[in-house]
């Protein structure tokens, strides 16, 4: 039997007291350095999508959130480099203080207003804007090399 094989990766959205977004900053990748996102990953084997969510929050960030407080904002299968299903999840309740625990992944980490957002946002950002960051699991948006062009304003590449 034949078939696409897939990756999966989680992005959390943590908001702050007043409502503002934590994001990151890519580097040391090939992907998007430079641009802003959410705290993610990928899923390993064996992990389920919410103790994925967990685990890359507490790796990346410090924060601490429990499965039961997530809740799945956004699907989408981005077909441009591989194959990838990407879920966001909305984090209800978390603790901690917001660290870069990965320096050689993140140059920045900081709180924006959603009316203040840098200006090179990575394409879970975007989708989630689009959505004016509420829940939308109805499309089940698609995002080929073209589409994925069009939500960031330039060519799909890998540095």
Known sequence: MSGTTFHAAVFLII?????RILLHQRAGTDFLPGYWDFPSGHVEDD???ADAAVR??????????????LELVHASINHTDM????LI????????TPTIV?????????FFALNDLPAKLSLAVRNMLTQDFKPDLRAGLFVSTDHYEQIMGEPFELA
Do not use: Q
Request: with cysteine; net charge negative; charged share 35%.
């Open 15 to 19: 908001r702050d007291e007043t409502g």
């Open 47 to 49: 992990e389920s999508f």
């Open 56 to 69: 890359e929050l507490r790796e990346e960030t410090s924060l601490v959130v429990k499965p039961e407080d």
């Open 83 to 86: 194959p990838y299903i990407n």
């Open 89 to 96: 999840f909305a984090v209800a309740e978390w603790s901690g």
């Open 102 to 110: 990965e320096a050689h992944k993140c140059s920045g980490m900081d």
